[in-house]
């Protein structure tokens, strides 16, 4: 291997003779209650179930490629590391984190995505193939035949001409593949699901009624509902990875290390301008909650929603993640009009997990109709 | 007494069909003539009625669900010499809601339609 192309110590890996050996993962049995949960994101895969005792397991793996040409060269890291790989046509590609950790490594390139704005990648000619060995690995074998499971799926933008119906067959032609009874569910409805928003009415609390939000990696999927029942759906594509690409134009700092600094340092409640990439984040996010306020105006006042009282709004997902989001949401609110009267908006207890839960309460629901 | 065999056979003119008034015969020859000359005629998508509005013709109102759906099923094929060097993938993080609100939450679910 010629080390100017790989540089063993800059990757973190050993050679053939010092390779550290891999323990074998102690594996504890789990009694899961049947229903599982997965959210095929942009950004990450992240699988739910629940245990006898109420716990939820979330299962992640981070949704990212480095691609890799078949050569003695690839062939070589690949055996003197740990990294995971799918090996499809001539290509190698390294999953999951160690691909965001290789491309900063190496310093150039950039790691592919099998899904873009929230459906597989067009432009990835490989992607379903590559989906499939990671959503397979991630979700493993049903706990019951035909066991239920709920997929999270976008809502049609509302800012491109998009179709989300090709998506949504195709994954759950995989997930029947394996053994499940597969159903897709509204992404931003999970989060619903999840943190149960309640309005206030003059008849008391009224449960499962709000507005539900899921700030994803290639999507904003943002949801009407009332007692349970989804009013009003639809979706943004511009989300985390337009910050992202926006922050990175503006700068000139690749997109791999903007989301290096925005997951490690962002804090959107402290306008640092000392730092040009925080301070393009800081930009860019503001500019996304206000698109997602406008939107919400508009299509709630277009098709003439309406619910009594005040109501909830909850909000989830990885793009939401960074300190002070809620914050900056709220005061955004504040400075606009909307149909409604909010009276408290909710960060979820786990915005990460928020829609893999969502999304494994709504198949577990399934199972109890299933087994009445 | 109306003559209702003289009204059966008068030649049915389909509602929101061709708009009376239509050179038909002159229609025919332009089309033929376009295709003799081996010039293409711009193909429309749908069939071609309601006045020929271009904006209606535009939508194609063809269910393609069953050849998307086969097309689905084709993604899920596997081709060529495809491998990877893992069984299972991804971190693990345990979460507790609360259970009462999840309880009540699948108790709604249940009852809800699809």
Known sequence: MSEDIFDAEELGIGTPETKTEVKAEVKVEKKYKPGVGVDVGTSNIVVARQTEDGTFINRFHRDMLYPLDVSEEAIDLLDRSDYLYVKVGKKYYIVGEDALRLVNAIGRGEVVRPMQDGILNPNLKESSELLFYIIKAVVGDPVVPNEPLRFSVPANPVDKDLDNRFHEMVLKNFFTQMGYDAKPVNEAMCVAYDCAPTAKTDEGDMPLTGIAISCGGGMTNVALCLKGMNLNAFSITKSGDYIDDQASKATGVASSKIIKQKEKNLDLGSFDMSDRVLAALRIYYQETINRIIFHMAKEFQDKNAEVDGEIEVVIAGGTSMPTGYCEMFKQCLDDSELPFDVWNVRHSNTPFYSVSQGSCIRAQADYRKKSK | ?114
């Open chain 2, 1 to 114: 007494m109306a003559d209702y065999r003289k009204r059966s056979q008068e030649p049915v003119v389909p509602k929101n069909s061709l708009q009376v008034g239509l050179d038909l015969n002159a229609l025919a020859d332009l089309i033929a003539n376009k295709v003799s000359e081996g010039i293409e005629i711009p193909q429309q998508s749908g069939i071609m009625y309601k006045g020929f509005s271009t904006d209606e013709n535009a939508k194609d109102s063809f269910d393609d669900t069953f050849s998307m759906d086969q097309l689905a099923k084709s993604m899920v094929v596997q081709r060529g010499d495809n491998s990877s060097n893992f069984e299972d993938l991804g971190g693990v993080k345990e979460t507790k809601q609360d259970d009462k609100q999840t309880k009540n939450t699948i108790d709604l679910l249940s009852d809800l339609e699809d």
